[in-house]
C-alpha cells in the first residue's frame, strides 16, 4: 500500500490526533450533518474540513482519509436500498481479522460497528433488520465489495471540486444481493416499536 501523501493543508493536522477508529468516530460525530441546503455536494476530505459537516458519503471518506494517514487501507462499504429509501456508506477497517464499520448519520441505528464481524456480509447484515423506513418496511437490498479509494491517488483528498465520480463508481462497483427469489414477500415489517425507536435521531448544528 502507497504512504499517505505529505499534503500541508492545516485542516489535516487533527489526523494526528485520531489513531484509532473509535477516535474517528467520536470526531465524525462531534460535526454537523450536512443538510446540503445550497445543493447536494460530494466534498473531498479537506472541503469537509473546511465547512465543518458531513453527509454520510463525505463523513466516509474522510475516515478513510485519517484510516489511510495511520497506515490502514482506506475502504467503503456502499449499502444499497429500494428506490424509495436513501443508500448509505460506511469506512471499513479491521482488527485481528474481524470488520467494523465507522458511520457518519443522525439516526440512532445505522452507526458504528465494533470489529467483531468475521466477513464483510457479516457486517453488512447487521443493518438490515433495523434499515426500515417509516411504515416498517426493510429496505436493504444490497452491499459492495469492498472499496478501495487508493485507485484514485492523492486527488480525492484535497479535491476543491465535488466527487461526483467516485460516488458513482461506488454505486456501479461489484455489489451482493441480500434477498433471494422471492424472500421479499416473506419480509415481517418492523413492528410500530421499532418504528418509533427507528425516529430517534440525532442533529449536531
Not at 447484515?125 to 426500515?132: A, G, K, L, Q, R
Request: charged share 25%; glycine share 4%.
Amino acid at each position: 500500500m502507497r504512504n499517505f501523501p505529505d499534503l500541508q493543508h492545516k485542516e489535516f493536522a487533527v489526523f494526528k490526533k485520531l489513531k484509532s477508529p473509535d477516535k474517528i468516530q467520536s470526531f465524525l460525530e462531534s460535526i454537523s450533518i450536512n443538510f446540503e441546503t445550497g445543493g447536494e455536494t460530494c466534498h473531498s476530505p479537506l472541503m469537509t474540513l473546511k465547512h465543518k459537516e458531513a453527509h454520510c458519503m463525505e463523513g466516509a471518506m474522510l475516515a478513510a482519509a485519517v484510516l489511510w494517514r495511520h497506515g490502514e487501507w482506506p475502504l467503503l462499504l456502499d449499502l444499497k436500498s429500494t428506490d424509495n429509501d436513501d443508500d448509505h456508506v460506511v469506512t471499513l477497517f479491521r482488527y485481528k481479522n474481524r470488520w467494523g464499520a465507522i458511520s457518519k448519520t443522525n439516526h440512532a441505528v445505522l452507526r458504528w460497528r465494533d470489529p467483531v464481524y468475521k466477513t464483510v456480509r457479516e457486517l453488512a447484515m447487521s443493518y438490515f433488520n433495523e434499515y426500515f423506513l417509516d411504515n416498517g418496511q426493510k429496505t436493504l437490498r444490497s452491499f459492495s465489495a469492498p472499496f478501495s479509494l487508493l485507485r484514485y491517488g492523492k486527488s480525492w483528498l484535497a479535491a476543491e471540486e465535488n466527487l461526483w465520480h467516485i460516488a458513482a463508481d461506488l454505486d456501479d462497483s461489484p455489489h451482493f444481493n441480500i434477498l433471494g427469489n422471492g424472500a421479499v414477500w416473506r419480509l415481517r415489517r418492523a413492528d410500530p416499536l421499532e418504528v418509533e425507536a427507528g425516529k430517534l435521531t440525532q442533529w449536531i448544528m
